[in-house]
């Protein structure tokens, strides 16, 4: 365990936004280095080391990205490109270490290469959607004090609308003469020394997707990158550098950014970065393109189950699917099995701590489990004071590892972080062989006339119905039982939804539920409310 939490080498970071701004030393998580993979040397570039010594260990001419078009960068070619673009950066746009510079756009090379490019200037890259509105862009430029942005052409409106005052925007993917890649072409192609970050610099700022109203920003340093690609990566995937990884969370998201970018070039893989890469595009692209790693979300697996029964895609290629950003249902595990003959691997991972960090792959996956804590992390269930509950009882899932919960300003710090454990917010069991089980999110649990009714285990039995694409259960105020239980469904189409549906649905929940987490009332929609990475937003259903 680090005895010593804090930054503990010379930044160098000219721009010292970043380190002003971390929490205090005191509230940070104990971080644990226990594999021998994970000590990193204090000066260390994650941009380097995911793109440079990775070309010096597999060479130029391995694919890199491919774009879904049949465009296929190699090593070299997304080395030189990324060289060529962090030279305009720390060239004729000024941007010096330390500095946030914002990315937003569609899922593609160049913005995966922009990124890369900021991590090699020793710039903090400030990940957004390019689906989140004006003001979502203004909030997040405002908290983290963003002056520079690298931005799609046709994600540019938007951020335009924000009125950050003072962001300079740079486009890329235009026919403008001081377009980036216009730019990054004249700019020559000798390579670009990285600046020698220290490890413990920061390297990113994400931003939490909003299930519960306001984000919050996460700080990352460089070593954290690294650390997540080191233990989740190495040891639950075991990625090979003949993969072809792809998926649907887009890179503004900690969980494709990981998927999509750091773990395909820490192995000297490749990644298939799909614009449009809904669960209706990806079975197309999985047998085009021979895809062998896949990450998407409980619904999307569930979308492409449909699709497989109406229609026999090639699914041969794949060897690994992960599934996290939600609870997995038990019947979506054993239908995604039944019809592919794949094992799903399940995670958790949280954008405060980068990735998964409890999950199981292979003969160690355990049906209706998350698993078990990743290689290099520790977890444990705890009540509300902190201390650890006895196995089979519910309590609060607890985590530390090689990364923490680190809030931009420290702002709500002390909620997530305690007694140096970091408190994800879920409700888990932990069996007596150590594995963790999901109940609910801490606030989605329903307390009704007593009861304690965890809402997604009502959700998994709703979702069991043949009839039901989606479901979300949450509580409503009630005078007399303080709580009841609404469930909120999306029916296949052409359905009645009616008072007979909701009847059979209370129906069916009673046969496999006791009678007290029945829903009291069936409302029917025609899409639940989501983030713009698929997350569930059951505060707006609350509201």
């Not at 002003?20 to 941009?47: A, I, K, M």
């Amino acid at each position: 365990m680090d005895p010593t939490p804090g930054p503990s080498t010379p930044s160098a970071h000219v721009d010292t936004f970043t380190r002003d701004h971390l929490p205090p030393c005191e509230q940070w998580p104990d971080l644990v280095f226990d594999l021998p993979g994970l000590r990193y040397p204090e000066r260390l570039n994650c941009g380097a080391e995911l793109l440079d010594r990775t070309v010096e260990r597999f060479g130029p001419e391995r694919p890199a990205f491919r774009d879904g078009t049949g465009g296929v960068w190699t090593y070299g070619e997304l080395r030189e490109r990324v060289d060529r673009v962090a030279r305009v950066l720390t060239g004729e746009l000024g941007v010096v270490p330390g500095n946030r510079v914002l990315l937003r756009g569609p899922t593609t090379p160049w913005l995966a290469a922009c990124w890369l490019a900021v991590m090699k200037a020793g710039a903090v890259a400030v990940t957004v959607l390019a689906q989140q509105r004006p003001r979502e862009l203004a909030v997040m430029c405002e908290m983290a004090a963003v002056r520079h942005a690298l931005c799609d052409i046709r994600s540019v409106d938007d951020l335009v609308k924000a009125e950050v005052p003072g962001l300079r925007i740079t486009a890329f993917g235009g026919d403008a003469p001081d377009d980036l890649l216009r730019r990054a072409e004249r700019s020559g192609p000798e390579p670009y020394e990285a600046v020698a970050t220290a490890a413990d610099d920061v390297a990113l700022i994400a931003f939490t997707s909003g299930t519960t109203g306001r984000p919050k920003g996460c700080m990352h340093f460089h070593r954290d990158v690294l650390a997540v690609a080191d233990t989740f990566a190495a040891h639950v995937l075991r990625p090979r550098p003949d993969d072809v990884f792809a998926g649907s969370p887009p890179l503004g998201f900690t969980f494709g950014l990981g998927g999509l970018v750091i773990f395909p070039l820490r192995a000297g893989a490749s990644a298939l970065l799909l614009e449009q890469a809904g669960p209706r595009h990806l079975l197309p692209a999985v047998a085009e393109h021979g895809v062998s790693v896949l990450f998407t979300a409980p619904t999307a697996y569930r979308v492409m189950l449909d699709e497989l029964a109406s229609r026999p895609y090639d699914t041969g290629s794949l060897r690994l699917c992960v599934s996290a950003g939600e609870n997995l249902p038990e019947a979506t595990w054993h239908a995604w099995r039944e019809r592919t003959g794949l094992r799903l691997v399940n995670g958790i991972g949280a954008t405060e701590l980068l990735h998964i960090f409890v999950s199981a792959a292979g003969e160690a996956i355990r049906p209706g489990t998350t698993g078990v804590p990743v290689p290099g992390w520790h977890a444990r269930v705890v009540d509300a004071s902190g201390r650890p509950v006895p196995d089979g009882q519910e309590g609060l899932l607890a985590v530390r590892g090689p990364v923490g919960c680190r809030y931009l300003r420290g702002e709500r710090q002390g909620e997530y972080v305690r007694d140096g454990w970091n408190l994800t917010g879920d409700t888990y069991v932990r069996d007596a062989d150590g594995y963790l089980r999901y109940v609910a999110r801490a606030d989605d649990m329903i307390i009704s006339a007593g009861y304690n009714i965890p809402g997604p285990q009502v959700e998994e039995a709703l979702l069991a119905h043949p009839d039901v694409l989606e479901a979300a259960v949450v509580g409503r105020p009630d005078e007399r039982r303080g709580e009841v239980v609404v469930a909120y469904a999306v029916l296949r189409d052409g359905l009645p939804r009616d008072e007979t549906t909701a009847e059979e649905l209370r129906s069916f929940v009673r046969s496999r539920l006791v009678p007290y987490k029945c829903p009291r009332e069936v409302v029917f929609l025609d899409a639940l409310p989501r983030t713009p990475t698929g997350k569930l937003q059951r505060f707006r259903l609350r509201a």
